[in-house]
């Protein structure tokens, strides 16, 4: 049996999208980064709401692949027996059909 191909994992896409998704939260620091320059109000508060939209988001998305890295699915393995067919179905012989009534 083969193996199946690495793909890359996608974490920078599922990233970008998750934070896509919740831009909502982008607009506040936006509005602070645009009041800093108009009213010269603190940086530090665009700084704190950009935070506040990337971290838990980059948690998140975090957390989940290293979740889809958790395979329980087991290995294969060779099958040492030889009295068996190899599957776990009884294998019929292809002359006769079981039924048939000769």
Same mark, same amino acid.
């Given at each position: 049996?083969?193996?199946p191909?690495?793909h890359?994992?996608?974490?920078?896409?599922?990233?970008?999208?998750?934070l896509?998704?919740n831009?909502?939260v982008?607009?506040v620091?936006?509005?602070?980064?645009?009041?800093?320059?108009?009213?010269?109000?603190?940086?530090?508060?665009?700084?704190?709401?950009?935070?506040?939209?990337?971290?838990?988001?980059?948690?998140?998305?975090?957390?989940?692949f290293?979740?889809s890295?958790?395979?329980?699915? @087991?290995?294969?393995? #060779? *099958? &040492? /027996? $030889? %009295? +068996?067919?190899?599957?776990?179905? @009884?294998?019929?012989? #292809? *002359? &006769? /059909? $079981? %039924? +048939?009534?000769?």
């Amino acid at each position: 049996m083969r193996k199946p191909k690495r793909h890359s994992s996608g974490f920078l896409i599922s990233l970008v999208f998750n934070l896509i998704m919740n831009f909502e939260v982008a607009v506040v620091a936006i509005i602070l980064l645009v009041l800093h320059f108009i009213l010269d109000i603190s940086i530090i508060f665009f700084w704190i709401a950009l935070g506040i939209w990337i971290i838990p988001n980059l948690l998140f998305t975090l957390f989940l692949f290293v979740l889809s890295g958790m395979d329980t699915t @087991p290995e294969y393995r #060779e *099958n &040492k /027996n $030889p %009295y +068996s067919n190899g599957v776990n179905k @009884p294998q019929i012989p #292809e *002359n &006769k /059909n $079981p %039924y +048939s009534k000769s």
